[in-house]
């Protein structure tokens, strides 16, 4: 499964973003985007399974909504109301059906200034 990611950028508080990324391959169950900031962990930010159910850190619930397009292996993260610690490198990845192993696309750079 590979995986190409666009989007990102810099942008000021307040404003949105959108980040999509497209998988090649087939059998993937759900997709995701995790993120990972300057000395910290990668975290997963929202997670979209193809039954669509979806997840979201506490963090991003209510700003940041996560879709799909299932027959394109396609995902698309919406970010709304950004705040400056969200800013971070954004990865898309995705999972085949009974399997937690994830494949990651390329970070993309979302800067968000205050």
């Known amino acids: 499964v590979q995986l190409q990611a666009s989007g990102g950028g810099l942008v000021q508080a307040g404003e949105s973003l959108r980040l999509s990324c497209t998988a090649s391959?087939?059998?993937?169950?759900?997709m995701a985007w995790y993120r990972q900031a300057p000395g910290k962990e990668r975290e997963l930010v929202a997670r979209?399974?193809?039954?669509?159910?979806?997840v979201y850190a506490e963090s991003v619930k209510g700003r940041f909504s996560i879709s799909t397009i299932n027959a394109k292996n396609t995902v698309t993260l919406r970010m709304d109301d950004l705040e400056s610690e969200d800013t971070a490198v954004y990865y898309c990845?995705?999972?085949?059906?009974?399997?937690?192993?994830?494949?990651w696309g390329q970070g993309t750079l979302v800067t968000v200034s205050s």
């Open positions: 391959g087939s059998g993937i169950s759900s």
């Open positions: 990845s995705a999972r085949r059906a009974g399997s937690s192993m994830d494949y």
């Open positions: 979209r399974f193809t039954s669509r159910h979806s």
